[in-house]
């Protein structure tokens, strides 16, 4: 069964780095497509990126900027960093794994999704 | 980008209802279309892909349908799980834009 699970600082400052961690298990990161996807409270989904473990990275232009990615093969984990948070960026974020079926990217798998505040 | 609008939204429907959620991209997009189904405080599933492909593990009472720009789930007769909130994905290009989401309700 796969498993991934998001962790990482509940509360980071504003123009501050997010780090948020996805730890997969049930599944190996490799051969597959990761993605984080956020939802800012009362709101719809915002996909930010995906990423192929071998590093194929595809970005959402409007935080191609402040967006790395990573994936570690040997802890089997997902990684994201946003760089100058503000206020905008509280949301819940959820990283999800892609199934590739010839018509795109489907996200199959996700996490429960965790809460990040920014605030001072 | 490409601008997924849904609609209706909301949607009030009745237990045994047979419901349509409709998704229109503003561009074509083939047969790049996902959908999935959100509940309150908990991550998104997926219910469909390549618009017309039923997820594994999925009711049979879900389908999806179109090509192009515009596209349709139905769910054939409703269950009291699937008051949800149902969002539409297009992965044809990137961003992989999200419609606004349709929010079930019950009637």
């Known amino acids: 069964q796969v498993q991934l699970q998001e962790s990482g600082p509940g509360l980071v400052k504003p123009s501050e780095t997010l780090s948020l ?23 719809g989904l ?3 990126v995906y990423k192929y473990h071998t590093g ?48 795109g990217l489907a996200l199959e798998h996700w996490g429960q999704g965790s809460l990040v505040t920014v605030s001072s | 980008d490409i601008q997924m609008t849904q609609s209706p939204s909301p949607l009030s429907a009745s237990v045994g209802d047979r419901v349509t959620i409709t998704c229109r991209a503003n561009l074509r997009i083939s047969n790049y279309l996902n959908w999935y189904q959100q509940k309150p405080g908990k991550a998104p599933e997926l219910l469909i892909y390549a618009a017309s492909s039923l997820q594994s593990g999925v009711p049979s009472r879900f389908s999806g349908s179109g090509s192009g720009t515009d596209f349709t789930l139905t769910i054939s007769r409703l269950q009291p799980e699937d008051f949800a909130t149902y969002y539409c994905q297009q992965s044809y290009m990137v961003p992989h834009t999200f419609g606004q989401g349709t929010k079930l309700e019950i009637k």
């Open chain 1, 56 to 103: 194929t990275t595809n970005y959402n232009p409007s935080l191609k900027s402040r967006v790395t990615v990573s994936v570690d093969t040997s802890k089997n984990q997902f990684s994201l960093m946003l760089s100058f948070v503000t206020a905008a960026d509280t949301a819940v974020y959820y990283c999800a794994r892609g199934k590739s079926n010839g018509f």
């Open chain 1, 21 to 43: 961690t996805c730890t997969v298990s049930g599944s190996s990161v490799s051969g597959y497509y990761w993605s984080w996807i956020r939802q800012a409270p009362g709101k």
């Open chain 1, 46 to 48: 915002e996909w930010i």
